[in-house]
């Protein structure tokens, strides 16, 4: 039993219901469930979504409404508009919610290690000093060491801020 970690709050995602065809499409066209599916913010262009896998506290995508797996057909008002976008949100995570740094980063295609590989999204991964992310590296496993929703309530507070 020592490669077990205690994660509660996970419960709710295996438990939950699973999404026929693409997910981030789901997400997409149904604005009315923003609240339950974690959504930051929409526009026309893109929303931005908490990660359920999150790597750390407070990470979350960036998504076109556009459902494409090639970074190079999107429309170039999208890709300035999700470029914008990731510009405001490193400032949100550094100034408004305690950052030391941010990764941000594409994985286009399952070879470049998408693992939603069928709709291009970036990832905006908030990062501390002394984070040193052993576990991840050495255990082959992640400790998430606060309350999912409360990080979600957090960020999307900041949001009108920000964006």
Not at 46 to 55: A, H, L, T
Not at 102 to 108: A, D, E, R, W
Request: overall charge neutral.
């Amino acid at each position: 039993m020592k490669d077990i970690l205690y994660a509660p709050w996970r419960s709710e995602y295996v438990a939950g219901k699973e999404v026929d065809g693409c997910v981030f499409c789901h997400i997409s066209q149904n604005a009315q469930e923003d609240e339950t599916l974690h959504v930051l913010y929409r526009d026309e262009h893109c929303f931005m979504v908490m990660n359920r896998y999150p790597y750390t506290p407070g990470h979350f995508m960036i998504i076109p409404h556009l459902h494409t797996d090639k970074l190079e057909e999107l429309p170039q008002e999208t890709w300035l508009h999700m470029s914008d976008l990731a510009q405001k949100g490193v400032r949100l995570l550094k100034e408004g919610f305690g950052a030391h740094g941010v990764k941000i980063g594409m994985n286009l295609g399952r070879a470049g290690g998408a693992g939603k590989a069928e709709h291009i999204h970036m990832h905006l991964v908030p990062r501390w000093e002394r984070d040193t992310n052993f576990i991840t590296a050495i255990g082959q496993n992640r400790v998430y060491s606060t309350d999912f929703k409360k990080i979600y309530q957090k960020i999307k507070s900041l949001v009108p801020t920000y964006l």
